[in-house]
């Protein structure tokens, strides 16, 4: 079992920027594909990001050139720097591991076995 723990949300204004991150509780897994969604009320579960074990990112288009994905040396830990922040970023984001894919990371959620408990980003304008 592999426990995820996210921290770093809170409220900015539009254009800010905050950083979040998620520590993985065991290394076995933290070479796989690992990913941010993010759920607003009302909304489904979307893909932000993903980073696989080569540390190649993918990012959902709304958010490329603003967020940037990134672990730890020892892949322990997620990071997801998210600047100029819009108020339609608003939403819970959440950390996943998928441990079966290292390198072709998924973009649902499906895969993804492992979650964090969810931080919340609240952007005003």
């Known amino acids: 079992q592999v426990h995820l723990v996210e921290s770093g949300g809170g409220s900015v204004q539009a254009g800010g920027s905050l950083r979040l991150s998620c520590a993985a509780s065991?290394?076995?897994?933290?070479?796989?594909?690992m990913a941010w969604f993010r759920q607003a009320p009302g909304n489904e579960r979307e893909w932000v990001a993903t980073?696989?074990?080569?540390?190649?990112?993918q990012y959902v288009d709304s958010v490329k050139g603003r967020f940037v994905i990134s672990r730890s040396t020892d892949k322990n830990t997620l990071y997801l720097q998210m600047n100029s922040l819009k108020p339609e970023d608003t939403a819970t984001y959440y950390c996943?591991?998928?441990?079966?894919?290292?390198?072709?990371?998924?973009?649902?959620?499906?895969?993804?076995?492992?979650w964090g408990q969810g931080t919340q980003v609240t952007v005003s304008s």
């Open positions: 996943a591991l998928d441990p079966l894919h290292e390198v072709a990371c998924r973009v649902v959620p499906g895969p993804y076995n492992y």
């Open positions: 065991k290394s076995t897994y933290t070479g796989s594909c």
């Open positions: 980073i696989n074990l080569e540390g190649r990112p």
